[in-house]
């Protein structure tokens, strides 16, 4: 018990909660530990969603599969990273992706019920239940905004413009991969490198592994409606 809540105290469905209350209320639900090897499925497209789960350990992505067998990483999570969020009170209330492990995971899930009792008996928890709702919201509204640009270098450029602001600042630091930003934008991580390169011998930015420097933000910022 010590363990989990250690480890779910940082979750964003129990922020602002002590640890004694965490303890009180895991107590007086009925959760659950499932453990996953790399590799394994977690959840199949279209099966009934009705817990939350929260990533106690390892990294799980959401994926689109085809009938070919080829996919595309929708989106990568992490320990505390939580899902079925935005499904379990839904009317269909089924996965619209397939959630698989990508690394040897544990997650800890809480039924549909639980969650109901929890809001009703603290309303900090339903006040982190509907941040969580509303993250997912935006991120969904990020992801439809960068679809709605045609071309990669679009949406490339929409990308460093958005992380500049989100940082407030010209030296935007990576906190993902270059693999997970390419996956999270819908393209091949290949032509983001050749994107990056293109936008650097333009004079718009210099980059590195892990930083991307805007040099000329406001050809930068023209080049997108172009």
Do not use: W
Not at 39 to 57: F, M, Q, W
């Amino acid at each position: 018990m010590e363990n989990i809540i250690m480890k779910i105290k940082e979750n964003e469905f129990f922020k602002g909660i002590s640890k004694e209350n965490i303890e009180n209320v895991i107590s007086n639900i009925q959760y659950f530990l499932k453990s996953y090897n790399k590799g394994e499925v977690i959840a199949s497209e279209d099966d009934k969603c009705n817990t939350l789960g929260i990533i106690l350990d390892g990294i799980v992505e959401i994926q689109r599969i085809y009938l070919s067998g080829k996919y595309i990483v929708l989106k990568r999570l992490k320990n505390n990273d939580v899902f079925g969020e935005a499904l379990i009170f839904s009317k269909k209330g089924s996965y619209p992706a397939t959630i698989m492990a990508f690394s040897d995971c544990t997650v800890l899930y809480i039924k549909k019920e639980d969650i109901i009792k929890l809001c009703l008996k603290e309303e900090k928890f339903l006040e982190n239940f509907m941040s969580l709702l509303s993250n997912k919201v935006l991120m969904l509204n990020s992801k439809i905004k960068n679809i709605s640009f045609k071309s990669i270098k679009h949406k490339v450029i929409n990308f460093i413009l958005e992380e500049s602001k989100k940082q407030k600042s010209k030296n935007i630091v990576l906190k993902e991969s270059k693999e997970e930003i390419a996956s999270n934008m819908g393209i091949p991580r290949p032509s983001l490198s050749r994107e990056l390169m293109q936008l650097r011998d333009m004079g718009y930015i210099e980059f590195d592994r892990n930083k991307i420097e805007i040099i000329n933000i406001n050809e930068l910022e023209e080049e997108l409606f172009n």
